[in-house]
Each structure stands twice: as structure tokens, then as C-alpha cells.
Antibody, heavy 117, light 107 residues
Framework: QVQLQESGPGLVKPSETLSLTCTVS????????WSWIRQPPGKGLEWIGY???????NYNPSLKSRVSMSVDASKKQFSLKLSSVTAADTAVYYC???????????WGQGILVTVSS | DIQLTQSPSFLSASVGDRVTITCRAS??????LAWYQQKPGKAPKLLIY???TLQSGVPSRFSGSGSGTEFTLTISSLQPEDFATYYC?????????FGQGTRLEIK
């Protein structure tokens, strides 16, 4: 059974780049769509984008200019970079499998990233 | 973008009650809708996909229905562990969006 685990800094300074990694265990990273979703404290869920194991991507237009995703199949990891962050980017960031391009399952446990100087 | 509007946003109910949460889409999305349950400090958990298919391991008291623009999530008999926030999510087109959530609390 696939399990996901997010990792990365919990504190990022304004205007800098947020970088997170999701490690896949218990299954193959190939032939799946891997996604990032975020949730500001006390608020709802926002889809950030997905990357296919081949490297093709699809980003939310609301974040597209600042988002970059990559995949390292040899390490069974995929990554998120979000540039020029502000306090509005403070959120719990989740990685998840976008199953059959339709629903998210499973999810990682999430990682809180705070943007503050 | 397709907007999903959940109603109600807040629901107070008792153990044993039957509750229904509605998710309305701003345009038709066929049956490309999923429902999630989220408890405080935890990741969302998939309950239902394709509008009405119960995810493996999810209790049968949960059910989903609908197509097009109106969908419902029903819990037939509330259990203490069901008090949580529920979200709908579509993937009829990109970007993927979620409803604003329905918080279900104990009366």
C-alpha cells in the first residue's frame, strides 16, 4: 500500500522559495499522477498541481507563475517549489496520489509551512 | 473554474441522526465528484469517488448520490467518530477545486 511523507523546512522567509519533497513508499512512483494540495490554517483545500511520473505537469492557474514540480524516480520522490512566497502562502502542504486523474488517495500527513521573517 | 458550493457550512446533529450534505457545482460535472472527511490535525480521507462509489474500508452508513450539478453525501446513522469536516471535490476539468467544507458538530 502506497504511503506518502512530506519533508522540508517549516519556516520560510517572505520573498524566498518554498521547497518540499514527498517520498513514496510501499509502491511504485511510475504510472501515477502525484499532486500537491495546501490548506491555510482554519481554511479550505486548494489544489496546487500535479506531476506525472514522466515529468509532465499541470498547475493551478492561480499559482502557475510561481510553481514548479519535479520527480526523481530513482529516489521515489517528487518535489514542489513555490517562489516569491508571502504570508498568504502559510499553510499545511499535503502530497497525494491523484488516482485515475479523478480523486486523491492516499494523502501524506501534511507539513505546516509558515512564511515569516 | 468550476465552483463547488456546499450546504450547510455548519451542521449540528446528534449520534444516531441521519444527515445530508449537499454540493452544488457551477456547471455540469457528470459524476466526477469525490467526498472527503477531515478530522482536526489530520489529512483528508477519501470516502466516496465517482459521486456514489464507496471507498474500500469506509463504513456503509456513508453514501453518495447525484450527477450533473447537484450531489449529496448522506450519513445514515451518525456515530461519534463521524464528527468532522467534509469536503467535496471535482475533476471534470482543470483546475481541480474543492467545496468550502461542511463542519459537522455534536449537538
Amino acid at each position: 500500500q502506497v504511503q506518502l511523507q512530506e519533508s522540508g523546512p517549516g519556516l520560510v522567509k517572505p520573498s524566498e522559495t518554498l521547497s518540499l519533497t514527498c517520498t513514496v513508499s510501499g509502491g511504485s512512483i511510475s504510472s501515477y499522477f502525484w499532486s500537491w494540495i495546501r490548506q491555510p490554517p482554519g481554511k479550505g483545500l486548494e489544489w496546487i498541481g500535479y506531476i506525472y511520473y514522466s515529468g509532465s505537469t499541470n498547475y493551478n492557474p492561480s499559482l502557475k507563475s510561481r510553481v514548479s514540480m519535479s520527480v526523481d524516480a530513482s529516489k521515489k520522490q517528487f518535489s514542489l517549489k513555490l517562489s516569491s512566497v508571502t504570508a498568504a502562502d502559510t499553510a499545511v502542504y499535503y502530497c497525494a496520489t491523484l488516482t485515475l486523474l479523478n480523486w486523491f488517495d492516499p494523502w501524506g500527513q501534511g507539513i505546516l509551512v509558515t512564511v515569516s521573517s | 473554474d468550476i465552483q463547488l458550493t456546499q450546504s450547510p457550512s455548519f451542521l449540528s446533529a446528534s449520534v444516531g441522526d441521519r444527515v445530508t450534505i449537499t454540493c452544488r457545482a457551477s456547471q455540469g460535472i457528470s459524476t466526477y465528484l469525490a467526498w472527503y472527511q477531515q478530522k482536526p490535525g489530520k489529512a483528508p480521507k477519501l470516502l466516496i469517488y465517482a459521486a456514489s462509489t464507496l471507498q474500500s474500508g469506509v463504513p456503509s452508513r456513508f453514501s453518495g448520490s447525484g450527477s450533473g450539478t447537484e450531489f449529496t453525501l448522506t450519513i445514515s446513522s451518525l456515530q461519534p467518530e463521524d464528527f468532522a469536516t467534509y469536503y467535496c471535490q471535482h475533476l471534470n476539468s482543470f483546475p481541480i477545486t474543492f467545496g468550502q467544507g461542511t463542519r459537522l458538530e455534536i449537538k
